[in-house]
């Protein structure tokens, strides 16, 4: 693993017994800037938001939170158990059925979230002998996967096939390849054509993180693997979560009947967790279902946020070019970041504020995530916002 993906190891029982050291770590957090704390938010919030992944603007839609409250009304408030036991209903299967038809891949699991189906696939695919090569931008959960995996774990550069190719070359055994399909925090797209190229080269499996691509990318919102014209084939194997485009929550595994029986009966995060709840599931198939019949929100999603980067960039912003709904704004440092996020808040906008160790590369940000129910009055709104709020080291 990359310095940026090791979590620092606790330090030995020091006076203020067992969990004293955790005052030392505090005062260390405080002072780089980087204490983070929780902030609950109203139901009736008045605020903008553009830190959410709320990318088709359908968490709050009619047709999803009415389908939600018909399944907890039908089904009950929880699964009951593990979806081995009794977790599993036919709304279950429903939403698996449907999210594999429209993505393109021949079959489908639903965990409780989108970590889990990572967690999953990554350790159930995987094992002692298996080489894993893993982008350095790749989410905590895609890293937490690659640690618990008990196999070979080489991180290569961001977004590099021949970094890829050469991690695979030599390599005799089993070897899966995994990358985010849009890394979270600048937005950029993965090649996946040509990680896919490394792969078959070498006989490596591609197992593709689409949290960010489900719903926005794609014929009308079907995924980055349907985008690059992977999905469905039988040596990728695809994960998102319900969570961001779909508006509910919950996560899948999507690829070859094959792999999906297998993660049935290995995977620990799918085996030993309760199955997702009834709501969400029924709230996320609603999406999906209105989704097929308005595709044009996952290009109106990707238009704003292009809006978003043309407009920032010629006030002088450094921004990232988004291939899809993520823009980050650069800061000069995670106390100007803190202050900056703090500004927009006060001024009515809520933006994302990323520090490390959220950031791989070490560099405090602002994330903007574009929503496709947006007004053109409140997308140059948010945009003066952020403008008039940047500190000065940000121009």
């Known amino acids: 693993m990359t310095s940026a993906q090791q979590d620092p190891a606790p330090p030995p029982a020091a006076h203020g017994g067992p969990f004293g050291w955790l005052t030392e770590q505090d005062a260390v957090r405080r002072a780089a800037g980087l204490r983070r704390e929780l902030r609950p938010r109203a139901a009736d919030s008045p605020l903008v938001d553009l830190a959410g992944n709320d990318y088709l603007g359908l968490t709050r839609h009619p047709e999803v939170t009415r389908a939600g409250a018909d399944a907890c009304l039908r089904w009950g ?217 308005e595709p044009e929100r996952a290009a109106r999603a990707r238009s704003v946020a292009q809006d978003f980067h043309r407009r920032l960039t010629q006030a002088g912003l450094d921004a990232t070019a988004p291939d899809a709904c993520v823009v980050s704004v650069r800061a000069p440092s995670p106390d100007a970041a803190v202050g900056w996020a703090a500004a927009c808040r006060d001024r009515g906008l809520v933006v994302g504020c990323f520090r490390p160790p959220s950031v791989p590369d070490g560099i405090s940000r602002l994330r903007l995530t574009a929503r496709c129910d947006l007004t053109d009055a409140q997308i140059a709104a948010a945009v003066g916002t952020v403008v008039e709020t940047a500190p000065t080291a940000a121009r």
Do not use: M, W
């Not at 890293?143 to 021949?162: M, Q």
């Not at 319900?242 to 792999?259: I, N």
């Open 77 to 293: 408030a929880g699964s009951t158990g593990s979806r081995l036991v009794t977790g599993s209903t036919a709304l279950h299967a429903e939403l698996e059925a449907e999210l594999a038809d429209f993505t393109g891949f021949e079959a489908a699991l639903v965990l409780a979230s989108g970590y889990a189906a990572n967690l999953a696939a990554v350790t159930a695919l995987t094992g002692p002998g298996t080489l894993l090569v893993s982008d350095a931008a790749n989410h905590a959960s895609l890293i937490d996967g690659c640690r618990l995996s008990r196999a070979t774990t080489e991180v290569v550069r961001h977004a590099d096939p021949e970094a890829v190719r050469k991690a695979l070359d030599g390599h005799d055994g089993p070897a899966v390849v995994v990358s985010d399909s849009v890394f979270s925090v600048d937005g950029d797209a993965a090649p996946l054509t040509g990680l896919a190229g490394a792969c078959r080269e070498h006989g490596a499996a591609l197992l593709v993180d689409d949290a960010h691509g489900l719903g926005v990318l794609g014929d009308g919102g079907r995924g980055a693997p349907q985008a690059a014209g992977l999905a469905g084939d039988p040596d990728v194997v695809c994960t998102a979560t319900l969570s961001k485009a779909l508006g509910a929550q919950g996560g899948v595994v999507l690829g070859p009947a094959a792999v999906i029986e297998h993660l049935v009966n290995a995977a620990r995060t799918f085996i030993f967790d309760t199955g997702l709840a009834p709501a969400a599931a029924g709230a996320a198939l609603a999406a999906l279902r209105l989704l097929r019949r």
